[in-house]
């Protein structure tokens, strides 16, 4: 990550401990494969706010998710 600002830099640290604090959690959730620090996407475009990125088996839409397995 040595090509991003400091404070992008910065923020994916902190999105890294979220992720480390939270494996086990993430780990009980069906469908999900992995999880990353990323940038949002929106209409397809990357943007410069940094998030986790949680990649699942199949996208589903926020309605057909029970409550237990949503991601907050």
Partial sequence: MAHLHPDVHAHFEE??????????????????????????MR???????????VTVLAKRAPGELPAQQELH
């Fill in 15 to 40: 999105l890294k401990g979220a992720l480390a604090r939270n494996a086990a959690r993430l780990a009980r959730v069906p469908g999900v494969i992995a999880a990353r620090p990323g940038f949002r």
């Fill in 43 to 53: 209409d397809g475009i990357p943007t410069s706010e940094p998030v986790i990125v």
